[in-house]
């Protein structure tokens, strides 16, 4: 919820009135972080708190970071198409650690017979190329309202 008697224009809070906090994690053996950066850079501007793990994160590595950090919201980009294999595992250790509150978004190549599978494991939202960065934050936003 935005409160902006209390913040500046644009700054998100949740109703605890503390910025969203986003993980933003690439996954797998997958080298391309660009438009992980780039989106890691819109939630920034649109005033919430970023966390970027950087590359080549196992499933493991991300669940626990999220822990450790505290996040809201789990953003993964993965290229590499081993989406099916990531997700699952991620979405598993983050209920192992309690973290069925924590919204996971997933950027990149993933085919769209796929989309359905990844809404059913509890995934949020899924960005392909070219997704807007606006929309990506207005979903994140939606989520964490609907918690």
Known sequence: MVNPGKHGAGEQ???SDKKIR???AKPGLDGHDRGAKVVARALRDAGMEVIYTGLRQTPEMIAEAALQEDVDVVGLSILSGAHMALA???MELLKANGQT???VFIGG????EDIPRLMELGISGVYGPGASTEDIVKDIRNSISEK
């Open 13 to 15: 809070t949740t109703s």
């Open 22 to 24: 986003v993980l933003v």
């Open 88 to 90: 699952p595992r991620i």
């Open 101 to 103: 509150r924590v919204r």
């Open 109 to 112: 190549i993933v085919p769209d």
